[in-house]
Structure formats: C-alpha cells, structure tokens
C-alpha cells in the first residue's frame, strides 16, 4: 500500500501561480510513477501530469503544457505540481496517484493507476 496526502490548494486569482505537493508514505516511492490528475465539478477525471520513477521523463496534458511543471524528489518521498499562469478553468480538485507499471505500460487514464490521493481543491477565480 502507498498513502498519498496532497497539499497546497487554496484559491488564487487568474495568472497567479499554486505549488502543490503529495507525500507519500508506505512503500518505497521511488518504485513508482506519479501523476497528477484533476476532477471539476460534472465532468470526469483527468491526467495533468505524470513522472517517471527517476524523474527523468515527463508527460503533460496539452491544457497545461507551458504553465505546470511536475517534479519529485525521492529523498523526501514527495512529488510537486507547480502551476503558473492559472485559469478560472483549471479550477478543480487536483488528486495525486501512484502507477507500478513500466513508464512504456503507464497511461494517461485514471483508471489505470494504483493509488490516489483525497484530492485538494484548486479555486482560480477571473
């Protein structure tokens, strides 16, 4: 079992900036990847951003590409969202999730992955 705890939401005004960030606790962290994913109010989930075990490669949703960027640092146990420029649409909950798979098995869809955060809310306002 991995137990992920997001923290950092809050609200922020449009073209303001967030940090978000997800501890992780149990196994060992660097055996996963992680991923952001968010959910807004009637619609369903999805991917934001995802890092590979090492932290070398990188995948980000093209809604979010140019203004978030994902990190992690494994001694910490600890995977970052930093998100500039903020939009009122990006306003949602923003969920952290572990993967075990292989980076090339990995996907983008929710469903697929193996543990999730309780999510922290994200309110960008206009």
């Known amino acids: 079992q991995v137990q992920l705890v997001e923290s950092g939401g809050g609200l922020v005004e449009g073209g303001g900036s967030l940090r978000l960030s997800c501890a992780a606790s149990?196994?060992?962290?660097?055996?996963?990847?992680m991923g952001w994913f968010r959910q807004a109010p009637g619609k369903e989930r999805e991917f934001v951003a995802r890092?590979?075990?090492?932290?070398?490669?990188?995948d980000y949703a093209d809604s979010v590409k140019g203004r978030f960027t994902i990190s992690r640092d494994n001694a910490k146990n600890t995977v970052y969202l930093q998100m500039n420029d903020l939009k009122p649409e990006d306003t949602a909950v923003y969920y952290c999730?572990?993967?075990?798979?292989?980076?090339?098995?990995?996907?983008?869809?929710?469903?697929?992955?193996?543990?999730w955060g309780q999510g922290t809310q994200v309110t960008v306002s206009s």
């Open positions: 890092i590979s075990r090492s932290g070398v490669i990188k």
């Open positions: 149990g196994r060992t962290f660097s055996n996963y990847h």
């Open positions: 999730a572990a993967d075990s798979t292989s980076w090339l098995s990995s996907s983008t869809t929710p469903t697929a992955w193996d543990y």
